[in-house]
């Protein structure tokens, strides 16, 4: 049975190429006056029945393609050329028809003929819809600096984060459908609540890296104290972690690890072994007070990081971290009273956890052993007036006013590993000009007189340092080794031990047992608060409340 119009030896171009159908299919023609399609019967059908139209009712017909099947390779391929985007130049010329030319234009290729376009493929929208965006520049430079900075922006948003892509692509694909400038890095940060994309937000370790040179106003020691916390702690043990995925947990592990070097290290010390009693040998515990100052640089990190417009912290992850921490007990002040005095002779044995303070009857033992020493007038100035070792090491000539009675404190002689270097005073409080007794005038005077001697005989040998306290040859005296010496001078004299620190407490204990009003006191000792010497005045409120009962007795009269 033959179809009106249908030319069955006509094969249509590249359909046999398709490889769907074992047989060639047919193309029904279409009639001028006769608008309605029909098709050949399918294989195998009864030749009895009609030919198929609109209303064919027998077996299903194969869907045919629409277009060529491409390899996963291939289709990978141009999806990686749609995201980095394509630049192309376009001209509009026609022929005498008013056809366009396109690639067969003559003057395609010359300079300034035609637009530069470039395209890109940006995220999917919200209902999953394509988005091939084009955009028309004035050059191929000006179209690959803005594929660039679409590639960057599309970069902020996490490779896993669906919803972070497609807003970022709303931004782009708005700016350029109006014609607008591309939105910037800052401002799409804002729109994603993060500061940088995953690829760019750095680990805690290159945070601190890139904060630690910015905070130059430290002492050198405290820079020598953070730079060992990080490198001996924080960096091997949080340096790793991106910065807006570190969490407390990750600091309490760090905290954990710590604490299980300190038990390992009381091991090796109890070992019976030698070989783990040297491993020990130059190793100590880290204790309460260093892990909080560990966890402290981290909180000082991350405010860092929560303050930086570049970085992204919503929270600090060290918050009230301070009550899960190993608990630190404050040293205690404590006079050496007779009773501790006697019990230390026969044991050697230091109260725990304490900062021991000399009585005034322990501090003249202590200067009356000192009377031949050449550094005397230090130590009578330390025991009187309460300086810093530090400062009391970088004092001048010239800040000892012997007329007016005052001495001036405005810096001091610290460490930079073994290195004395000259530094700034603790605080901004602590540099002041205070009044000093006529008794430490005459003492720093007959210093000065020695002080000439020493220079006459090291004659050309003399080192020049503007100090008042040096070593015999004009060098400054080094902290580490005064406090050496004050050590064995301790125990040369026979005396409970106390920290060389340990006499300016002494100073603050002797004005308030003689009377002075505790606002006095923090003045002569430059506290910045009056807490700090509080602490003191408690430590010997009992000697003073003693001798106010033994004074208001005193003024009762009795009869017998």
Known sequence: MSVPGVDRNHRPPRVADRGMYSAPLQVLARSSTRRRRTRRRPPGADPGTRAPGVHFSGPSWPKRPCRREHSRSSTDRRSRMAAQGSIYVRCWCTDSTGTSLGAACPKRGQVGHGTTNYRIELPRDADGNRRPRRRAVDSVATAEAELAAIRGLLDLAEPDDRRAATTVGDLIARSITNGWPLPSAEEVRRRLNTPLGSARIPTVAEFADAWFPTKRDWAANTRKSYESQLRLYIKPYLGDIRLDRLHSGQILDMVDEILEFNE????????????????????????????????????????????????????????????????????????????????????????????????????????????????????????????????????????????????????????????????????????????????????????????????????????????????????????????????????????????????RHGAATLALASGVDITVVQKMLRHTDLDTTSQIYTMVLPQLGRDAVTRAIDLVPRNH
């Open 264 to 503: 390992q290290l009381d091991a090796l010390r109890r070992s019976g072994d030698s070989a783990d009693r040297q491993l020990a040998l130059y190793r100590k515990k880290i204790g309460p007070t260093a892990i909080a100052r560990i966890c402290g640089l981290v909180r000082n990190i991350c405010n860092e990081a929560m303050r930086d417009p570049y970085y992204y912290l919503q929270t600090n992850p060290t918050a009230g971290l301070e009550r899960r921490l190993p608990k630190v007990v404050k040293p205690e002040q404590l006079l050496w009273t007779e009773e501790r005095v006697e019990h230390w002779r026969e044991t050697r044995r230091v109260p725990d956890n304490a900062i021991m303070v000399w009585t005034p009857e322990l501090t003249g033992q202590f200067l009356d052993y000192a009377t031949s020493d050449r550094l005397y007038a230090l130590w009578y100035l330390m025991a009187f007036v309460g300086l810093r070792r530090g400062e009391a090491c970088g004092l001048s000539p010239a800040d000892l006013s012997r007329r007016a009675g005052t001495l001036t404190i405005r810096r001091q002689l610290t460490l930079d590993g073994w290195t004395p270097v000259m530094a700034p005073t603790k605080t901004a409080g602590s540099s002041a000009t205070i009044p000093i007794p006529d008794e430490v005038v005459e003492q720093l005077s007959a210093h000065l007189m020695q002080r000439g001697f020493e220079r006459e005989s090291a004659g050309s040998g003399w080192h020049d340092n503007d100090l008042l306290f040096t070593d015999p040859t004009g060098l400054p005296l080094h902290p580490v080794r005064l406090s050496r010496q004050f050590a064995r001078m301790i125990a040369q004299a026979g005396l409970p031990p106390i920290r060389l620190h340990g006499l």
